[in-house]
């Protein structure tokens, strides 16, 4: 047989898309593994997603990530999903499988996960402090719940939001969650064993922002997580890191994300180091 010239597609459909990173890191660990696949990042709105989803079957792409406003609206085009998406409620990653039926998996919360197993932690047994209720929120809680952490609790600014999320891991997980309103100030609760600042707070223009929580309560024991990649040393990790704290960044968990999409796609190991420092050099960090 003659050489294969056809690609293999991934992308993702979102709106905006325009400052999403992902693309960068897929496409240099698709060069590196020497695969002929395309990452294509797309603007989709919500009056064209029908289409793009009958796209993604008709271009016989290999998958896609979502993003703002799809990660909901896509589940009834999927056929099965994934026991973390199916309990958040919401898929960042469609894979299309061999037969052409869609799976949905939500990998937010596993990249967290893992960047954690990778910096020697586990959240086997430990008690989880999430701040924040928003997307990034439930899939690490929720997937904190499902690894096996002994308790979650949730801190919002808006309380409902947190009573939901925490009323979602006990239903959901059978995990013990409870919610507390973010007080001034707010104390971290006693037995925290690991911290995360789940919000926006501390995100490129706005990286001069902390949350306001009382960071004489982060202890030496504790190891303390920020969403936010950009930048990757947050305000907020170098607070808790004075308070002699083990931190995790966020680029990891960007990166172990994308790990995941990669090897759901392509059925192979990622080059997650190739993926880390591609963001990093993005970021203008190394
Ligand atoms: P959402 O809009 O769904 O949620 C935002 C959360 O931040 C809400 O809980 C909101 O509280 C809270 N919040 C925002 N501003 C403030 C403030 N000034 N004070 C207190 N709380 C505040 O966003 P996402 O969950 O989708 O994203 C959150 C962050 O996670 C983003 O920075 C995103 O880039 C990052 N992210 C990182 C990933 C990674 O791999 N590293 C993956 C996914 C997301 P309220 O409910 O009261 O509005």
New binding site residues.
Partial sequence: MGKNYRAELTGVFGDPVEGNPTGVMEEAAYQACGLNYRYITMKVTPEGFPDAMKAVKALHMKGVNLT?PHKITVLPYLDELSEAASIIGAV?TVVVREDGSLFGDNT?GK??VHALLRSGESVSGKNIVV?????????IAVECALAGAAFVTII???FS??QELAELIRSGTKVGAKALA?NKSQDIPDGTDILIN??????MDDRE?L??INYETITPGMTVSD????PSDTLFLQSAAAHGAKTVN??G?????GARNFTLWTGMEAPLEVMIDTLKKEFGES
Avoid: E, H, K, Y
């Fill in positions: 703002m960042n937010d990249g967290f701040l924040g209720a928003g997307g990034a929120a439930r899939a919002n600014r808006t939001r947190a973010w789940a919000t926006s707070i501390g995100l922002q949350p306001d969403v936010v990649f950009n966020g680029l968990m960007l990166a172990c994300q």
